[in-house]
């Protein structure tokens, strides 16, 4: 344990950053499932598209606050698109 005043504060923010950090992983995650569990299904092509957009949104506000990395991201929103398009492809 820290003994100066400063450390112990520094100790309180980490822990404070890491449950907030923990938090926005967490809706990315949920909204990325939900995403998957519409398309699992008999998507409806507006269901999807609604449920890709929130998972977009969630990706890229954590990409934003630098939770997870803008290539990762990049990535994440790129293999979900992609099942998109080969669901709704005519």
């Not at 409806?44 to 803008?70: P, R, T, V, W």
Request: proline share 2%; no cysteine.
């Amino acid at each position: 344990m820290p003994i100066i005043e400063s450390a112990k504060k520094r100790v309180r923010v980490t822990e404070r950053q890491t449950e907030q950090n923990r938090r926005w992983k967490n809706k990315m995650k949920t909204a990325v499932k939900e995403f998957q569990t519409v398309m699992d299904g008999n998507p409806d092509q507006d269901e999807a598209k609604e449920a890709l957009s929130q998972a977009f949104k969630m990706i890229d506000k954590a990409s934003g606050k630098n939770i997870i990395h803008k290539n990762k991201a990049a990535r994440k929103k790129s293999q979900l698109h992609q099942k998109f398009n080969e669901a709704f492809a005519e």
